[in-house]
């Protein structure tokens, strides 16, 4: 099993900057993709920012292009989304998600964090 972990949410107002984290725990074989959904109330959830295992492909929603930034640890096989320019329809819940694969399946599967809460409010 693998566990994701989000931190790094709060409230902040329109225009500051926020940073999240989400770290990856357990029995890893390997994390592949990792990458950042949202979900604002009355909304579907939506991809934020994903980058490839060697970081050197990311893509972004055009609604954060230009804004938030996407990274990653392999060692700590840990992502990060650094958030600046905030708007207050950035907020929402914001979910990490992963690829990879786990010693207790010969598959691969898709994990996902609890989210944690980001409000852009003044």
């Known amino acids: 099993q693998v566990q994701l972990v989000e931190s790094g949410g709060g409230l902040v107002q329109p225009g500051g900057s926020l940073r999240l984290s989400c770290a990856a725990s357990?029995?890893?074989?390997?994390?592949?993709?990792m990458g950042w959904y949202r979900q604002a109330p009355g909304k579907e959830r939506e991809l934020v920012a994903r980058?490839?295992?060697?970081?050197?492909?990311?893509n972004y929603a055009d609604s954060v292009k230009g804004r938030f930034t996407i990274s990653r640890d392999n060692a700590e096989n840990t992502v990060y989304l650094q958030m600046n320019s905030l708007k207050p329809e950035d907020t929402a819940v914001y979910y990490c998600?992963?690829?990879?694969?786990?010693?207790?399946?010969?598959?691969?599967?898709?994990?996902g964090g609890q989210g944690t809460q980001v409000t852009v409010s003044s």
């Open positions: 998600n992963a690829e990879g694969q786990d010693a207790s399946s010969w598959y691969p599967a898709v994990y």
């Open positions: 980058i490839t295992n060697g970081g050197g492909r990311t």
């Open positions: 357990g029995s890893i074989i390997r994390i592949n993709t």
